[in-house]
Each structure stands twice: as C-alpha cells, then as structure tokens.
Nanobody, 115 residues
Framework: QLQLVESGGGLVQPGGSLRLSCAASGSIFSIYVMDWYRQAPGKQRELVAGITSGDSTNYADSVKGRFTISRDNAKNTMYLQMNSLKPEDTAVYYC?????????WGQGTQVTVSS
C-alpha cells in the first residue's frame, strides 16, 4: 500500500508562485513514476507534469517554462514549483504514483489564481 498527501495549495494572484508538495509513505520502493494532475470545475482531469525514478521529466504544453517538477528521495517527497501562475491554472491538483500493479492518488489540494 502507498499513501500520498498533498500540501501547499492556496490563493495566489496572477503572476504569483506556489510550491506544491506530495509526501509518500508505505511501499515507496515500488514507485516508478510520479505525476501531478489537475482538474478544473467542469473539466476532465489532465496531466500537468511527471517524473520517473530515473528523474526524467515531462510537462503539459500549457505549463512548460512555468512549472518545475522535482523529487527529494531522502524525504520521499515530490514537488511542483509553479511560477507565473495564470487564472486558467486554477484547479484541484492531485499527486499520483504508479507502481507495476497499481495507481495511487492523493486527496488533492486546491490552487486558486485570482486577483
């Protein structure tokens, strides 16, 4: 089993920054990919960024150059640094971990970008 807990969401003005964290516990040795997804009201959940166990990363076109995904293996934590935030980044952000047999989700953290 694996548990994921997100934190760091909140209200920020356009152009501002936030850093999301995802703390993993349990069978962390089985994780080979971790991702950030987001879901805005009335929209489907979409992939924002991902990082593999080998630290390869990928990003949605809409966040390239503004968001950075990273992980600290010593702390079992993944991060999403979000800069130059736009109102369209408003969503619930979810942490996701993929193992050979299962996909795990966190409870989500709300990010609201508004003046």
């Amino acid at each position: 089993q694996l548990q994921l807990v997100e934190s760091g969401g909140g209200l920020v003005q356009p152009g501002g920054s936030l850093r999301l964290s995802c703390a993993a516990s349990g069978s962390i040795f089985s994780i080979y990919v971790m991702d950030w997804y987001r879901q805005a009201p009335g929209k489907q959940r979409e992939l924002v960024a991902g990082i593999t166990s080998g630290d390869s990363t990928n990003y949605a076109d809409s966040v390239k150059g503004r968001f950075t995904i990273s992980r600290d293996n010593a702390k079992n934590t993944m991060y999403l640094q979000m800069n130059s935030l736009k109102p369209e980044d408003t969503a619930v952000y979810y942490c996701n971990a993929v193992t050979p047999t299962e996909r795990y989700w966190g409870q989500g953290t709300q990010v609201t970008v508004s003046s």
